[in-house]
């Protein structure tokens, strides 16, 4: 796969993955009509994505820094769409609450970028120093 082919996928897939939850927000009122729930108990649906995302994201993003970055990512985006298709179907509000906290491992498990290389002007022997300086005061 061509490189800017890959990143195009890359990007589309984190498109998809961070509008998940402002996605869900416009469907509220005919979930909670399939489901015979009112709108504001469906939303709870969102809160359980966004908690168990935030709650996650840390844990499974250390855990997950050395493993493949195509295999995370890949993995991610058919959990995220296995997730969503679960959503869809979800007969029970209970069935749609788990579907909803089912994906958290998708976006959060988003490899982390390699760590930043030491500069030229941070070397030891404080090249860098005079720019501190000026920038800190």
């Known amino acids: 796969m061509g490189g800017t082919r890959a990143v195009g996928l ?7 993955m961070g509008t998940d939850a402002y996605a869900m927000a416009g469907l509220l009122p005919g979930i909670g009509a399939d489901l015979g729930i009112s709108v504001s108990l469906a939303g709870q649906s969102v809160t359980a994505f966004t908690l168990c ?7 499974l993003s250390a855990a997950l ?4 970055t195509r295999t995370v990512v890949v993995t ?9 298709a ?22 959060a498990s988003s490899p982390r970028p390699p760590p ?7 070397r030891p022997s404080g090249a860098g120093a005079p720019s501190a300086w000026s920038s800190a005061g």
């Not at 991610?76 to 969503?84: E, I, K, R, S």
């Open 10 to 16: 890359l990007a589309l897939g984190s498109f998809a």
């Open 53 to 59: 995302y935030a709650l996650a994201a840390p844990f």
């Open 65 to 68: 820094t050395r493993r493949g």
């Open 76 to 84: 991610a985006l058919v959990v995220f769409v296995l997730a969503n």
């Open 86 to 107: 679960g959503t869809a179907l979800a007969g029970s509000y209970p069935v749609l609450l788990g579907t909803r906290a089912s994906p958290v491992p998708r976006p």
């Open 116 to 122: 930043p290389r030491p500069s030229r002007s941070s």
